[in-house]
């Protein structure tokens, strides 16, 4: 029998907690919950297989507990519970390494479509079915071994979604995707809204990591009111 996947749970509303404890249950997850920061960064590093993070949290806020994660070298998906639209470019945009977010209130059954989606994606990164044939270009080498990315030999930290955004175009160097064809290809959302931008965002930060000159990238390039490709060029 395959084991249960486990959603950590960080959130300091006993009702939201309560709801999403019934339908992730109700999903065959298996829960585990914390109503701090500080306890919820103890439980983070006990390995789940992905983090429900709320923002606000007493002792430690959300953004902290990401940071922290990540500072020690945990790739677990991380979804930000956000209180506001507002702040989805902070949570995307900050050095925290969230892969995703949802911002409250938010519909029981997009969560749940996000949960799986993010929590497959890492299911198949390690069962080692990303594309073997990397592109590199620019200094640019990646290991899909290792997960590894460098650049001129140097180590880069990439999150989880800026990695797999990076071979999923290096894999198809000088094919252009749209964003929409981003969000289901890389995100794997059946559908897509206003969360567009989070490829933009993503793309940002991946340029910033990637790029010798972030504001003339020489890999990841843009075709305007189309979407972004990966230099054929190498
Ligand atoms: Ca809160």
Redesign the pocket.
Known sequence: MEQKKTVLVV???KSIVDILRFNLEKEGYAVATAYDGDTGLEKALENPDLILL????PKRNGFDVCRALREKGSSVPVIILT?REEEADKVLGLEIGADDYITKPFSMRELMARVKANIRRTAMQRSGSADAAMAAGGGLTINPENYQVCKHNKPIDLTQREYELLTFLASHPGKVYSRTDLMEQVWNYGYVGDDVRTVDVTVRRLREKIEDDPASPALILTRRGVGYYFSAES
């Open positions: 959130e300091d509303e709320d923002v606000m949290l209180a």
